[in-house]
């Protein structure tokens, strides 16, 4: 099969996702598959099938951002990440929390 062939393949999940084999999520990261397995191997991505969500890219390329730019290795990017996110998440909570204590005064 012919490579170009495969990395124009698209592949859509149940719920409307795209989906990208590990050698699109390879080429479209800049990486590697046998980085990508790592990934997976390691719990920071989590594939549907032999299948990426465009989600799990977006997590790729911001974990080797970290290690890039702030020497972070694998796992110490994806808790950054995981962090931040929460952080993001309690935030929303506590507006939210705020803006109905706002209403009931």
């Known amino acids: ?5 495969s ?7 149940s719920s409307g996702d795209r989906l990208y084999s590990f050698e699109q999520a390879a080429f479209f990261t800049q990486t590697s598959v ?3 397995e790592r990934f997976v191997t390691l719990g920071l991505i989590e594939p549907i099938g032999s299948m990426l969500r465009r989600q799990d890219l977006v997590r790729v390329i911001k974990i080797m951002r970290l290690r890039r730019d702030l020497g972070l290795n694998l796992i ?16 929303a909570q506590l507006r939210a929390y705020q803006t109905a204590q706002n209403a009931q005064n």
């Not at 099969?1 to 062939?5: D, R």
């Open 7 to 13: 990395l124009s393949r698209i592949v859509w999940s």
């Open 76 to 91: 110490g990017a994806a808790m950054v990440l995981d962090m931040a996110a929460e952080i993001a998440q309690l935030k």
């Open 34 to 36: 046998p980085l990508l």
């Open 1 to 5: 099969m012919n490579s170009n062939v």
